[in-house]
């Protein structure tokens, strides 16, 4: 068997954390008894409700349907029958309710009939369409629907990027599916290239990662495609980073502001490559995944595979309970996870790991003091940023000096938080400017559009009125034009003759009959009176 290949490249900074991985082979998950589907879990436009209450429903039927451009539909892990369609809380930082479709289970798993395809004989467009039926989007975390990714429009793709790095702590959910099922997601990056038309594939794994680098080597050896490469990277984090990945593998940095595809660059994680391939070879939406429950708090850490929906209340039970009944719950990594408000909220498709820390384990919540200007932040910084001074223009609400200093190319890693000596909470600074500014554009668009619409209206108020000028002016034009018809007949010989109104107006000519009518009258003698003939 060959041996992968070493990167050559590095990105700035970055900080070497204890991994915590976790060496555990990936099971199933028990049926649910319920499943509770929110309608949005995706960047972009929730999916709209396509089903009823009381209405009974097979796995992988379609529940809500994409709806606009931005949208995947969501699907039916297994069959049952919806009982509620109504607000549950959901996995996001506020904590707040979402729109969810409540299934009760009925332990059949009946599944709707599948619809295969070879996927290499498809063009594009048509294999696209089919991801997007299927639901696929990222599952690195950001959830973003995978159809838009594959559609490069004029953009000449070179390279597709695997991103197998999982740098952050904990996570183990990739590298047990890349020692799992290699073969597969394999071929999935050749879906992946046949959609793109790129022309290179390079699957960046950290080198702490030995048993799924060699077994997707020695799937990479089997499948003969030259084309796929597997490259090992230092261990960093983040080396997980979109950005950073790729200029470690290649050496190109992604423009500021810009996108991998601004330098022929798409980027994928290998769960979608395999959902990628599950949608259009086997005919499956996306109604499973792999979650990593793990931390210091649970009793018997461990990768399963769940059905998306599931309660994480149900796997910490499968994972034998929380040790500690004080655990915080986080979704995601110790590092750029989000605490969640219950272990109630279901598992939805960017949901990539669940951390139980105890509280010893957290980090004390000591008190923020001045910055002292030491500069540890920006060593550490991966996008070669100053988190000083977006720190001081945050914090005085400079937001324009945040953009100035490029806040939007800052990932919110959390490096420069967990160095500072002065524990002063940067990525919640950076996170507050970066709403507010998007709430300043939301509110700018918004006034946009009204004075757009009132100068539109403005413009046809004016329109009305030049219309209703002219057709004023018309009808006076016509007047005259009679006047002087009617002055030029009367000052024609025979004129006295005429009416006072033309020949052609009936008005006059009633008026003419009239009087002439009125004339023979007067001229004709009156019969005498009866007793005037009587005399």
């Known amino acids: 068997m060959s041996t992968a290949m070493q990167a050559q490249w590095q990105f700035p900074g970055g900080l070497h954390l204890d991994a915590h991985k976790l060496d555990a082979p990936i099971r199933d998950a028990r049926l649910p008894t319920q499943l509770i589907v929110p309608v949005s879990q995706h960047i972009g436009q929730p999916a709209k409700v396509m089903v009823e209450i009381g209405q009974r429903v097979l796995g992988g039927q379609m529940l809500a349907a994409a709806e606009g451009y931005v949208s995947t539909p969501v699907h039916a892990a297994t069959s049952g029958r919806v009982v509620a369609i109504e ?42 369409n089919r991801v997007r039926q299927a639901g696929v989007v990222g599952l690195g975390g950001a959830a973003f629907p995978s159809f838009i990714k594959l559609n490069p429009g004029s953009n000449v793709v070179e390279t597709l990027v695997l991103n197998g790095a999982e740098c952050e702590p904990y996570i183990s959910c990739d590298q047990a599916l890349m020692a799992a099922q290699p073969d597969a997601i394999l071929q999935g990056a ?102 990593t429950i793990t931390g210091p708090g649970v009793a018997e850490p461990c990768n399963l595979r769940v059905h998306i929906g599931t309660p994480v209340s149900e796997l910490l039970e499968q994972a034998g309970g929380l040790i500690d009944p004080d655990a915080r719950l986080i979704m995601g990594g110790p590092m750029m996870g989000f605490a969640l408000a219950s272990a109630q909220v279901p598992i939805i498709k960017a949901t990539n790991c669940i951390l139980a820390l105890r509280p010893e384990d957290l980090r ?139 020949a052609d107006d009936p008005v006059a000519a009633a008026i003419a009959r009239a009087k002439a009518k009125a004339q023979t009258g007067k001229s004709e003698p009156r019969p005498p009176a009866d007793d005037e003939s009587a005399s």
Not at 107 to 127: C, I, K, N
């Open 190 to 291: 050749r879906l992946l290239l046949h959609a793109l038309g790129a022309q290179h594939c390079l699957f960046g794994v950290e080198d702490n990662k030995p048993e799924a680098i060699a077994a997707l080597q020695a799937a990479a050896d089997a499948l003969g495609d030259e084309r796929i490469r597997i490259v090992t990277v230092p261990t960093r984090y983040p080396q997980g980073g979109e950005k950073q990945l790729i200029q470690t593998l290649t050496g190109r940095e992604v423009p500021s502001h810009g996108l991998p595809l601004d330098i022929g660059i798409v980027c994928h994680n290998p769960g979608t490559a395999l959902a990628v391939w599950n949608a259009v070879m086997q005919g499956r939406a996306l109604t499973q995944r792999v979650v």
């Open 87 to 128: 607000d549950r809380p959901v996995p996001h930082p506020s904590g707040l309710a979402a729109t969810c479709v409540v299934i009760e289970t009925d332990s059949l798993d009946e599944q709707v009939p599948t619809d295969p395809a070879d996927g290499f004989a498809l063009d594009a467009t048509d294999l696209r």
């Open 364 to 502: 004390p919540d000591t008190p923020a003091m001045p910055c002292i200007r030491c500069g540890a932040c920006a060593d550490v910084c991966p996008a070669g940023l100053l988190p000083q001074q977006l720190y001081w223009h945050a914090k005085a609400q400079e937001f324009d000096k945040t953009q100035d200093y490029k806040l939007f190319d800052c990932i919110e890693c959390g490096c420069c938080a967990q160095v500072c000596p002065s524990h002063i909470p940067l990525v919640q600074y950076y996170r507050h400017a970066k709403t507010e500014i998007w709430a300043d554009e939301r509110a700018r668009r918004k006034a946009d559009v009204a004075r757009q619409r009132h100068e539109t209206r403005l413009a046809r108020l004016e329109r009305e009125e030049a219309e209703k000028k002219a057709a004023r002016e018309a009808k006076k034009a016509a007047l005259r034009a009679r006047a002087e018809q009617q002055a030029a007949q009367e000052a024609q010989p025979g004129a006295a003759a005429q009416t006072d109104k033309p």
